[in-house]
């Protein structure tokens, strides 16, 4: 199954957003076990900003950064102490916009299992895994429908051992999903089953005025 994954991942052109704006990336750790799952962090209960949050390790581009997979390794390490080396790039997928304005780039690694990895307190509360299967099944708790200049966007929203995957993490799932492991799912497509949550319209002007290059 990963063979195949990189295969893939390495024929995928990702859609690039070209537009100036403030940079980040994250790497999307999948543990190369038995049943292979994939890597998240959880936002510290004290930060300001996304408090709680379940997210990929990764960060804002700094100035000496010499590219973005830089900048995801260098957060992957600072955040969970995951060193570098032992990330085996399988492939980029495409930039997302976030509603902050930020255009963040996702890297595909696959790592060992059983690193002793630990989080950063001040930024994380935790590390903990999920089987890719619970992905690949579409094991959603409901879809959130959220319009976008006009369009609704049905991202998947998942819940697993107490924790809610959605938002900028579930969209750049569903193109691992779609480009790693030829998975129909879309966010352009309403799912044929579970609950939909329906989100106000929400004014994406960066979304609007960013132009995909593919």
């Not at 990336?25 to 994939?38: H, N, S």
């Not at 930024?123 to 429908?145: N, S």
Request: contains cysteine.
């Amino acid at each position: 199954m990963l063979e195949k994954l990189r295969e893939r991942l390495q024929a995928h052109r990702p859609r690039r957003v070209r537009m100036r704006m403030p940079e980040a990336a994250v790497l999307m750790p999948i543990v190369d076990r038995a049943e292979p799952t994939l890597l998240f962090t959880r936002r510290a209960d004290h930060l300001n900003t996304h408090s709680g949050q379940v997210a990929f390790p990764g960060g804002k581009r700094e100035a000496h950064d010499p590219d973005l997979l830089f900048t995801a390794l260098r957060e992957s390490e600072e955040e969970i102490a995951l060193p570098p080396e032992r990330v085996e790039l399988l492939g980029r997928l495409s930039d997302v916009v976030s509603l902050h304005g930020i255009r963040v780039t996702p890297y595909v690694g696959l790592i060992p299992p059983d690193l002793p990895l630990i989080p950063d307190p001040t930024e994380l509360d935790t590390i903990f895994e999920v089987p890719l299967r619970h992905f690949l099944e579409d094991r959603r708790h409901h879809t959130d429908v959220i319009p976008v200049d006009g369009r609704p966007f049905y991202v998947p929203n998942y819940h697993v051992a107490g924790q809610v995957i959605w938002g900028l993490s579930a969209m750049m799932l569903v193109e691992l999903l779609v480009e790693g492991f030829e998975r129909p799912i879309s966010l352009h497509r309403e799912p044929g089953c579970g609950p939909l949550c329906y989100f106000p319209e929400r004014l994406l002007r960066i979304q609007q005025r960013a132009t995909p290059e593919t």
